[in-house]
């Protein structure tokens, strides 16, 4: 048996978006800057799907700026505000449960001189409010703070965070790619200025996202070039991917309270089969108050390296959540801030659901995991 079950990392595309994109390959090819028919005919599909995904997230479409995904727009967004607003405070604030494609960010502009505050989180992995509030400044121009995190799944309060930062001048930007298909999005009502998505993570293709950015939003745009993107970011537009994205979009917002139905429910079964066979777990962070497909659960009888490459042997694949170098796996960041150096965030794994998975596939897994428990314990 093969058990994907590493959904957080990526998804497989579906068929309809697939034969969406084929379309648009075989018989759009345009340049959408062309002027001539086949470059019109391109630009009315970019622009039919920009409409599309507008409505969807409801934001005006000159609202959205497509690019190669989420690490592009993240770094668009924290660099992009960054450097347009230095003048009125270089203090920016985010957590330290953040992607990469956050925290590097910043750490790099933290070399630049500019000045950053990394959030602390409960052991929940959740930022507290009275945290945020305590870190504002006067010359703080940035807050990013991700929405759904992608090892644990918290969900952070981000419309009340939004609200407080209402009345102060800093920018708020959020990392909302796990929570597509997930959480219902309104992101005009959700308040934020900044967000970005990711299509591949919502089974779009891989290499498209976007960046919504509020009109008026004050932000130093960082691909020069053409024209394209009302000059925000220059460089061909790909209408196939875009295409996909906008299919993919569509049917996880239309199916989106069956698919998460189906995921809780095979999260509760993964945790009741793994109780009945009394394989002893504990769960990482607040099931409440989490995306219906994470679950980082804390294994105390092994080592998440062995775990892993046992569960990879018999065909099932997940993770650590957190990024491994040459064979080496560093203790989780975002397991780190919420445990601090508790043995557990070496032994923890990350198993991320799809609703194209059924209970035998979380039956299968449960199986792999108890017989290396049983083996740690003969091994005592
Ligand atoms: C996957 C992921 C990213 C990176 O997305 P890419 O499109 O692969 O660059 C960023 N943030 C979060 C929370 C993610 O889960």
Redesign the pocket.
Known sequence: MKIYADY??TTPVDTQVIESMMEVYQKHYGNASSIHNIGRDARSILDASRMSIAKLLNVQPKEIIFTS????S?NLAIKGVAYQNQHKGKHLITTKIE?H??LHVFQQLEKEGFEVTYLDVDSNGIVQIETLKSALREDTILVSI?F???EVGSIQPIDEIASILNNHKAIFHT?G??TVGHLQLDLKALGVDLF?I?A??FYGP?GV?LLYVKEKTPIQYQQLGGSQETKRRAGTENIPLIKGMQVALELAQKDLDDRNVKMMNLKSELIHRLQEKMIPFEINGDMNQSLSHIINIHFPFSDVEIMLTILDMNGVYVSSGSACTAGSIEPSHVLSAMYGNDIRTKQSIRISLSHLMTNESIDYIVSQIESIYQNAMKEG
């Not at 995904?69 to 592009?72: F, I, P, Q, S, Y």
């Open positions: 957080a990392a995904g989420a690490t592009e993240n992607h494609s956050v991700m759904g995190n992608n990392d790619v796990q970005t990711t591949h993570k891989k996202g």
